[in-house]
C-alpha cells in the first residue's frame, strides 16, 4: 500500500465507527423502559373492631326439671313420651301402689278403733265426773278416768298424722309434672323397678335458657359482670345477644376455667336443652386498620400482603409486608400489625408481583 492511500484509507474507517456509534445510540434510545403493572389497590381504612374469643358452650334450661320417684317399686303405667307437651299436674307415671294402699287401709282401721276407743273413754270420765260429784267414786277413780281419756286422745291423734302420712306417700306412686313443658327422653320402661335415685325423664318449660361458657383462666382478670355475649349458629351468624350474669368465683380444677353464665331468651324454640353451642365474649373495642381477605397470603405460618409504595420517581412499586393479623371482621381482617391506615393494599395480580415490582395503583 503507498503512503497516499493511507489517510484515505484512515478517515474511511472513522466514518464507518462514526456510523456504528450512531446507530448503536439510537437503537438504545429507542428501546422503551420495563412498564409498570397495572394493580387494583383499596385504602387501608380503620374501624372499630371488636375485641373477642369464641367458646363452645353449653345451653341449660332455667326451668327444667329432672323427675326422679320419691318411693320405690314397679311402673305399671307411662301415660306420657318423649317430645310431649304437658300441662302441671298431669300423670305422668304410675309406680304400683297396692302395697301402700293396703298400708293407707291398715292405717284408718286402727285410726278407727282409736276413735271409737276414744268416745267410749270419753264416756267413762264423764260418767266418773257425775259420780264423783254424787260421792259414789273416789277422787282416785275420776283420775284414772282422766288419764285414760287423756291416752286415747293421744292414741287417736298419733293415728291421725300416720294415715295422713301414709296417704302423702301413696301420693307419690303417681309421678306428675311438675309445671307445664315438654317432656325429656323416657329411658325406664314397664315393668322397670325403679328406686328414688332413678330417672324417670325430665320437664323443660319453654323460654329463657343459660349459656354455660367456660373461659381459660389466663383471662379471668378481664371478666367482668355484664360484658357481652353473643350465641353464634355454625355458619358464625349472631342468634342471640346477651350479657354475663354470673362469673364463678371457684376455678375448675380438672379443666383450669372459669364458669360464665348469660341468659338469652328462645325466641321461636330454635335452641335446645344441653345443646352445644358457640359463644363469643366481647372483651373490648379498640380502632384497627382492615384489609381485605383476597389482599393476603400465608406462607408457612406467616400472613403477607402487598401494599404499593411510592418511589423517588414519581412511581410505585409493590412491598410485601408481613402482618399479624386479628380475626375477621365480614371480609376484611383487621391488621394488629403491618399496615397503617392510609397505606394503598394491592388485591389483584398478587400472584404475580414480587418484592420491588414497579406497579400502577388502580382504585
Request: with cysteine.
Amino acid at each position: 500500500m503507498s503512503n497516499s492511500n493511507r489517510p484515505r484509507i484512515l478517515l474511511i474507517v472513522l466514518l464507518c465507527a462514526g456510523v456504528l456509534t450512531g446507530c448503536g445510540k439510537r437503537a438504545g434510545a429507542d428501546a422503551p423502559p420495563p412498564g409498570a403493572m397495572p394493580v387494583k389497590v383499596e385504602v387501608a381504612r380503620a374501624i372499630p373492631v371488636s375485641d373477642t374469643s369464641d367458646y363452645v358452650a353449653t345451653l341449660k334450661s332455667r326451668n327444667s326439671a329432672v323427675i326422679m320417684p320419691r318411693v320405690e317399686g314397679e311402673i305399671v303405667q307411662i301415660a306420657v313420651h318423649s317430645g310431649e307437651a304437658v300441662s302441671s299436674g298431669k300423670l305422668m307415671m304410675q309406680i304400683d301402689p297396692l302395697k301402700q294402699q293396703a298400708t293407707v287401709r291398715s292405717q284408718e282401721d286402727t285410726r278407727a278403733a282409736a276413735q271409737a276407743n276414744l268416745k267410749w273413754t270419753q264416756q267413762q270420765y264423764e260418767r266418773s265426773s257425775g259420780l264423783y260429784q254424787a260421792g259414789a267414786v273416789s277422787k282416785q277413780d275420776l283420775d284414772q278416768a282422766r288419764t285414760a281419756l287423756e291416752t286415747a286422745k293421744s292414741q287417736a291423734q298419733a293415728l291421725d298424722a300416720s294415715v295422713r302420712e301414709q296417704q302423702v306417700q301413696l301420693h307419690y306412686y303417681s309421678v306428675i309434672a311438675p309445671w307445664s313443658g315438654i317432656v325429656g327422653d323416657i329411658p325406664v320402661h314397664v315393668g322397670d323397678r325403679v328406686t328414688t335415685t332413678t330417672m324417670l325423664t325430665t320437664v323443660d318449660k319453654p323460654g329463657t335458657l343459660e349459656v354455660y361458657v367456660y373461659v381459660p383462666i389466663e383471662r379471668s382478670s378481664q371478666l367482668k359482670m355484664n360484658m357481652p355475649v353473643q350465641v353464634l349458629d355454625g355458619s358464625g351468624n349472631v342468634i342471640a345477644d346477651s350479657r354475663v350474669s354470673f362469673i364463678s368465683p371457684q376455678v375448675d380444677n380438672t379443666t383450669q376455667t372459669i364458669l360464665v353464665k348469660a341468659s338469652i331468651a328462645n325466641n321461636k324454640d330454635k335452641l335446645r336443652q344441653s345443646q352445644f353451642i358457640r359463644a363469643r365474649v366481647i372483651w373490648g373495642t379498640h380502632t384497627s386498620p382492615v384489609v381485605p381477605v383476597l389482599a393476603v397470603s400465608r406462607v408457612g405460618g406467616q400472613y403477607f400482603a402487598f401494599v404499593a409504595e411510592a418511589n423517588d420517581k414519581g412511581g410505585y412499586v409493590a412491598r410485601q409486608k408481613p402482618l399479624k393479623v386479628g380475626q375477621m371482621v365480614d371480609n376484611d381482617y383487621a391488621v394488629l400489625d403491618g399496615v397503617k391506615p392510609g397505606e394503598k393494599v394491592i388485591v389483584s395480580g398478587t400472584q404475580f408481583l414480587v418484592d420491588g415490582t414497579p406497579v400502577t395503583p388502580q382504585s
